[in-house]
């Protein structure tokens, strides 16, 4: 049963990552992107790391999954933090149609 | 006085448990030879590195913390599935827009930058002070007041008892 549940939910956070990956190169903004692959990095990542956990059980191992969960979940908004920020320092602007739609960006 | 004693106490045994796991070994011996390493690592990090005592600067109390990690795994999967839905009908509205917090410590603010960047559908861009620029996937409103509660959702007030 356990089995299961781990590759259901391994499967799960894979769509979630496919899904992120495909909105990535659907959207052409660049702080759309960014927001998009922070999805991909926390729900993706974490439920793969859940599945992962619950097909091990209750072991050395899955702890071992838990604290790298934590370390991803610490480090991750950092990094994407220092790409929105580099990119929001060096200019890049949100633009807009009347009818609130995003155009394009500030500087291409 | 005894409230440090016992904050150190309970990050040493938090120590002890990662060095534990590390080892992959449940034996005295490892717990010993945690224990000292994580009273080293206390020691030399107050003496060294910190500024101002360790139970000073990071006061974090154990139980509401963790309650804020499970409360925050929730609205990481909440944001998730809204974030999913959003991006495959097209309907994303980015929007950068400005919040305030009534948090005062920069480790307190930080950690909420940290937790609204890892909720798909918000980004912190820049942190001044207890103000923060957030990027917004369902940017509807630019109005910091308004907008300040949806983004910040209950990590505030969260954070605000696990950091008291």
């Given at each position: 049963?356990?089995?299961?549940?781990?590759?259901a939910l391994i499967v799960i956070g894979l769509l979630f990552v496919a899904t992120g990956v495909y909105s990535v190169?659907?959207?052409?903004?660049?702080?759309?992107?960014v927001v998009i692959t922070a999805k991909v990095d926390t729900v993706g990542f974490i439920t793969i790391m859940f599945g992962l956990i619950?097909?091990?059980?209750?072991?050395?191992?899955?702890?071992?999954?838990?604290?790298?969960l934590?370390?991803e979940m610490?480090?991750s908004p950092?990094?994407t933090?220092?790409?929105?920020?580099?990119?929001?320092?060096?200019?890049?602007?949100?633009?807009?149609?009347?009818?609130?739609?995003?155009?394009?960006?500030?500087?291409? | 006085?005894?409230?440090?004693?016992?904050?150190?106490?309970?990050?040493?045994?938090?120590?002890?448990?990662?060095?534990?796991?590390?080892?992959?070994?449940?034996?005295?011996?490892?717990?010993?030879?945690?224990?000292?390493?994580?009273?080293?690592?206390?020691?030399?990090?107050?003496?060294?590195?910190?500024?101002?005592?360790?139970?000073?600067?990071?006061?974090?109390?154990?139980?509401?913390?963790?309650?804020?990690a499970v409360r925050l795994v929730v609205a990481i999967y909440v944001a998730g599935f809204q974030a999913l839905a959003r991006m495959l009908?097209?309907?994303i509205?980015?929007?950068?827009?400005?919040?305030?917090?009534?948090?005062?410590?920069?480790?307190?603010?930080?950690?909420?930058?940290n937790s609204i960047t890892l909720t798909p559908g918000t980004v912190?861009?820049?942190?001044?002070?207890?103000?923060?620029?957030?990027?917004?996937l369902d940017?509807?409103?630019?109005?910091?007041?308004?907008?300040?509660?949806?983004?910040?959702g209950?990590?505030?007030?969260?954070?605000?008892?696990?950091?008291?």
């Amino acid at each position: 049963m356990s089995t299961l549940i781990g590759q259901a939910l391994i499967v799960i956070g894979l769509l979630f990552v496919a899904t992120g990956v495909y909105s990535v190169l659907v959207y052409k903004e660049f702080y759309s992107r960014v927001v998009i692959t922070a999805k991909v990095d926390t729900v993706g990542f974490i439920t793969i790391m859940f599945g992962l956990i619950v097909l091990e059980g209750f072991s050395f191992v899955s702890a071992k999954l838990l604290l790298i969960l934590v370390f991803e979940m610490l480090t991750s908004p950092v990094s994407t933090h220092a790409i929105a920020h580099s990119a929001y320092t060096s200019g890049y602007r949100i633009e807009r149609e009347s009818d609130g739609q995003l155009t394009q960006e500030a500087q291409e | 006085m005894v409230s440090k004693i016992a904050w150190y106490g309970r990050f040493m045994a938090l120590m002890v448990a990662v060095w534990v796991v590390f080892s992959e070994n449940f034996s005295l011996q490892t717990i010993l030879i945690g224990a000292v390493a994580s009273v080293v690592a206390l020691v030399l990090t107050n003496r060294l590195i910190l500024k101002s005592d360790y139970a000073a600067l990071y006061h974090v109390r154990f139980v509401p913390a963790l309650w804020y990690a499970v409360r925050l795994v929730v609205a990481i999967y909440v944001a998730g599935f809204q974030a999913l839905a959003r991006m495959l009908s097209g309907k994303i509205n980015v929007g950068i827009v400005d919040i305030t917090t009534e948090l005062e410590d920069p480790f307190a603010v930080s950690l909420l930058a940290n937790s609204i960047t890892l909720t798909p559908g918000t980004v912190t861009l820049v942190q001044s002070g207890s103000s923060l620029r957030v990027i917004w996937l369902d940017c509807t409103t630019n109005d910091p007041e308004i907008a300040g509660p949806i983004v910040k959702g209950p990590f505030e007030r969260l954070l605000q008892a696990a950091l008291r």
